[in-house]
């Protein structure tokens, strides 16, 4: 069974300050995908960044950058200079290895990040 | 490109009544899914499609849920007959090939 765990569950930080929010799974298989994305209050889920379970170098997207450590089981998420726009719901999710097929997202519960002013 | 198209946005009916939601996906995808959000949850997969055909049913409630894609496009996903606890909101999403899947507004079902 695949699980993922964001034990933070709200994060309040002032704008311009940096912010970390982790992402801890689970799974069996040794071949498998993580996933970030954002859902602002309009409710959409956004896209951030897919990474498979070979590639274990860490990606910096403008102010975004991400951390997998598969000896940890974790890939966190950080935001460096936050701004009001980021205040959302992020979502880490987990899916499998299929053969030729889009496989199902295991989400974890989100962490719901404030960013004030 | 236009993205995922829900509808509609906003559903209240009485327990006991039937509902019915809408999705089309971004042109070209061929796998579309069907997802439940509970309050302050992640979404949780009910249905999945690869063009036509229903490959991942295993999580939807068959007593009273169904869904359908016809031509391998757009998807409907029917509630009947609806309970308190379907209250939630129901999202569409769609891939094609890789396993970035693009999801639509939602949709958000009150059931009184």
């Known amino acids: 069974a695949q699980k993922v765990t964001q034990a933070q569950t709200e994060i309040s930080v002032v704008e311009k300050e940096d912010v970390t929010l982790d992402c801890v799974y689970e799974?069996?298989?040794?071949?498998?995908?993580l996933f970030w994305y954002k859902q602002p209050p309009s409710g959409e889920l956004v896209f951030l960044i897919r990474?498979?379970?070979?590639?274990?170098q860490n990606e910096i997207s403008g102010r975004y950058s991400w951390n997998f450590q598969k000896s940890t089981s974790s890939f966190n998420f950080t935001i460096t200079a936050s701004q009001v726009v980021d205040s959302a719901v992020y979502f880490c999710a987990l899916s499998g290895w299929e053969t030729g097929a889009n496989s199902k997202l295991t989400f974890g519960k989100g962490i719901t990040l404030s960013v004030r002013p | 490109e236009a993205g995922v198209v829900q509808s509609p946005r906003y559903k209240i009916i009485e327990k006991k009544q039937p509902v019915a939601f809408w999705c089309n996906p971004i042109s070209g995808h061929n796998t579309l899914y069907w997802y439940r959000q509970n309050l302050g949850q992640g979404p949780e997969l009910l249905i999945r499609y690869e063009n036509e055909e229903a490959v991942d049913d295993s999580q939807l409630p068959k007593d009273r849920f169904s869904a359908e894609r016809l031509k391998g496009v757009d998807s409907t996903l029917k509630i009947q007959p609806a309970e308190l606890g379907d209250s939630a909101v129901y999202l569409c999403a769609s891939s094609f090939i890789t396993y970035e899947q693009y999801f639509g507004p939602g949709t958000r079902l009150t059931v009184t």
């Open positions: 799974t069996r298989d040794t071949t498998y995908y």
């Open positions: 990474r498979n379970s070979f590639d274990e």
